[in-house]
C-alpha cells in the first residue's frame, strides 16, 4: 500500500514519554496512523518572526511528523482571523457571527501556500495525500499549482452548510470551489455531501454524475461520506470498570441516590449549552415533581444561567446543576456517563458530536441511560433511536428531560441496543482505511468535455 501523508492544522507530537495532549480531531487520526506508519504533517503549535520559521522532523512508532511553524502575522490572518471568525461561524450556520476580512482571506490563502511548499518538499510521487478540516480547503489547489499529481483526498469534520449560506461568504469561490481540485471530499453526514453537490450543482452549473462525481477542468472530484465513530468496545470496557475510578466513585456516592444528567461540551457557542440549561430550568418548572431528585452535572462550560437555577431552585443538601470546567480522563468520563440517567446533547449544529456515541457506547446494557440528542447533531444520523429534539426548542427539551427520567427499562433496553449496534458497525478502526480505499480506487480515465457554463465560471475563479 502507498505512504498515507497526513495533513491537518494540529499535528499530535509524542513528547519524550510518547505522550499527547490532543483533542477529537487528533485522536481520530492517531488512531489511523498507528495502524498505517504513515506522515503527519501541519503546524508545530508554535508562531515565529517571518523569516524563522523552522521545519521539524521526528520518527515515533512508525509514524513520521514532520510539523512547521508559521509566522505571527500570517497565523492571526489564517487562523484565528478567516478560518475562525469566518469559516467556523459560517459552515456553523451562523451568519450573525461572521466577520470578513479580505485581508484576513488573502493570509488563509497564503498560509495554505506556504503549508503547500513546506509539504511538497517531502512528498514522494507514490504518497497518498489525506488533508482534514477547514483550515485546509484551498490545499489541495496550492498542491496542483506546484505541480504535485498524486491522489489528495479532503475530510471535513464539522458541518457543510446549504449554498445559500456558502454563498454569503464573500468571494466563496476561492475557498469553497477550491475544493475541486481534490481527489476525493469527505463529509460527515450526505447531507453535508448534498449541499456540496447543490452548491457545485446549482451556484457553479458544474457538471456531474448522479451529484457525486463532478468534472472540474481536466479532472474528476468525487464527494463521500464516512461519519467519524468512536471505538465502541474499548469506551464500554473502560466504563465497566469504573467502579475502580476514584472520581467516580465519589460523584456517584455524592448524588445520594438521585438521579443524575450528563453533559460533555468544549466551550463553543455552536454546542448550545446557554438554551440547554435554559431547558433544564424550564423542565424544573414544568414538572416540579422531579425537583430534589435529579442533579445536572456538566463538564467544561461555565454559564450565567447557572448561578439563576441553582439560586432559585437548590436547597442546602441539593444543588441543581453543577459544572466543572476541567478536562478529564477517558476512564472517569467513561465512568459518569455511565452512572448517568441521562445525556443531554444538544449542539445549535455538529459535524458528528463524539461525546453522543461514546455515551451509547459506556451504558450497561442491562440498564441503560438514556441519549438526549440534538436532530443538528450528525450523529443523530446513526442514533435515531435517542430522544431526538430540536435545541432551540426549550419546552421540547425540557419534555425530552421528563421522558428520559420516566422511561420504562424496556424501552431503555431497545432504544440502547439499537444504537449500540449500528454504532458499532461504523467503529473508527475501519474509518481511515475506507476513506483511503475510496481515494485511491481507480476511476475511469475518460473525462467529458467540461460544460461552457461551468469552464468559464472555474476561469473566473482563478
Ligand atoms: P468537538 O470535537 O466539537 O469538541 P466531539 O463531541 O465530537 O466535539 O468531541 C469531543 C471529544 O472531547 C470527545 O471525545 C470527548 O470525550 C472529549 N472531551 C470533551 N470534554 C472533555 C473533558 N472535560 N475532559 C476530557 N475529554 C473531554
Redo the contacts with the bound molecule.
Keep these: 500500500m502507498a505512504r498515507v501523508v497526513v495533513v491537518s492544522n494540529r499535528v499530535a507530537v509524542p513528547n519524550r514519554d510518547g505522550a499527547t495532549r490532543a483533542?477529537?480531531?487528533e485522536?481520530v487520526l492517531r488512531s489511523f496512523l498507528k495502524r498505517n506508519q504513515g506522515v503527519w504533517f501541519g503546524w508545530s503549535g508554535r508562531t515565529v518572526a517571518k523569516g524563522e520559521e523552522q521545519v521539524r522532523e521526528l520518527k515515533h512508532s512508525g509514524v513520521t511528523y514532520i510539523t512547521t511553524d508559521i509566522s505571527r502575522g500570517d497565523f492571526q490572518e489564517y487562523y484565528n482571523g478567516f478560518a475562525n471568525r469566518m469559516l467556523w461561524p459560517i459552515l456553523h450556520y451562523r451568519l450573525d457571527l461572521v466577520e470578513f476580512s479580505s485581508r484576513e482571506m488573502a493570509g488563509y490563502l497564503r498560509g495554505n501556500e506556504m503549508f503547500a511548499d513546506r509539504l511538497q518538499a517531502f512528498l514522494e510521487p507514490d504518497d497518498v495525500i489525506w488533508v482534514h478540516d477547514y483550515h485546509l480547503l484551498p490545499l489541495a489547489k496550492a498542491l496542483r499549482e506546484r505541480g504535485v499529481e498524486n491522489k489528495i483526498g479532503f475530510f471535513l469534520?464539522?458541518p457543510f452548510p446549504p449554498p445559500d449560506l456558502l454563498t454569503a461568504l464573500p468571494k466563496h469561490e476561492r475557498t469553497i470551489l477550491s475544493l475541486c481540485h481534490y481527489d476525493l471530499v469527505g463529509f460527515q453526514t450526505d447531507n453535508d455531501a448534498n449541499n456540496l453537490a447543490d452548491y457545485l450543482t446549482d451556484e457553479c452549473r458544474m457538471p456531474s454524475r448522479d451529484r457525486r462525481t463532478f468534472i472540474a477542468g481536466t479532472r474528476m472530484m468525487r464527494i463521500g461520506v464516512f461519519p467519524?465513530g468512536?471505538e465502541m468496545a474499548e469506551f464500554e470496557r473502560l466504563a465497566r470498570r469504573m467502579a475502580k475510578v476514584t472520581a467516580v466513585r465519589e460523584v456517584v456516592r455524592s448524588l445520594a441516590d438521585r438521579s443524575m444528567i450528563i453533559g460533555?461540551?468544549?466551550l463553543?457557542y455552536?454546542?448550545g449549552i446557554g438554551t440547554r440549561m435554559r431547558a433544564f430550568e424550564q423542565f424544573l418548572t414544568s414538572y416540579p415533581r422531579w425537583r430534589g431528585s435529579v442533579t445536572y452535572l456538566q463538564?467544561?462550560r461555565i454559564d450565567e444561567t447557572v448561578g439563576r437555577v441553582n439560586g432559585h431552585y437548590g436547597e442546602a443538601a441539593w444543588t441543581p446543576i453543577r459544572y466543572?470546567?476541567?478536562?478529564?480522563?477517558?476512564s472517569?468520563?467513561a465512568g459518569l456517563f455511565r452512572s448517568s440517567r441521562a445525556a443531554l446533547?444538544t449542539?445549535l449544529r455538529?459535524?458528528?458530536?463524539?461525546?453522543?456515541?461514546?455515551y451509547v457506547a459506556a451504558q450497561d446494557p442491562e440498564d441503560p441511560g438514556v441519549l438526549i440528542l440534538s436532530r443538528f447533531a450528525g450523529?443523530a444520523v446513526e442514533c435515531q433511536a435517542a430522544l431526538l429534539v430540536n435545541p432551540y426548542d426549550q419546552e421540547a427539551m425540557a419534555a425530552a428531560i421528563d421522558q428520559a427520567l420516566s422511561m420504562p427499562l424496556d424501552e431503555r433496553k431497545a432504544r440502547h441496543s439499537t444504537m449500540f449496534k449500528i454504532l458499532s458497525e461504523n467503529d473508527i478502526k475501519d474509518w481511515g482505511t475506507r476513506f483511503i480505499a475510496a481515494l485511491t480506487r481507480p476511476v475511469p480515465v475518460a473525462v467529458p468535455r467540461l460544460a461552457a457554463s461551468a469552464s468559464s465560471y472555474l476561469a473566473a475563479a482563478e
Design positions: 483533542g477529537g480531531l485522536v469534520h464539522i467519524v468512536v460533555v461540551d468544549r463553543d455552536s454546542k463538564i467544561r466543572v470546567n476541567r478536562p478529564y480522563g477517558r472517569t468520563l446533547v449542539p455538529d459535524g458528528m458530536n463524539l461525546v453522543a456515541k461514546e450523529a
